[in-house]
């Protein structure tokens, strides 16, 4: 769909992420301790004025959150969740 989100897709290790995603999952995780301990278990994306990121996170319960996150990678290290 042009201007939707990719369809998410499974995170099964961290070499399998670009440095872009590696980097949001990891801005994430210093902004939000909510998240502590959870499990980084997909990915979707969208293009927009910079990308979209959505992170989903999974607990031992099985529960899932996600945080999106806005990049705009030409202006230095704008992200906003």
Not at 42 to 55: E, F, K, M, P
């Amino acid at each position: 769909m042009v201007g939707g989100f990719t369809e998410s897709r499974p995170v099964t290790s961290q070499n399998g992420l670009s440095k872009e995603e590696r980097t949001i999952d990891e801005w994430i995780r210093k902004n939000d301790q909510s998240i502590a301990g959870w499990e980084f278990v997909s990915i979707r994306t969208q293009v927009v004025a910079g990308v979209n990121y959505c992170l989903t996170y999974e607990n031992s319960n099985g529960k899932t959150q996600e945080r999106c996150v806005w990049s705009k990678p030409w202006e230095n290290d704008f992200l906003k969740m």
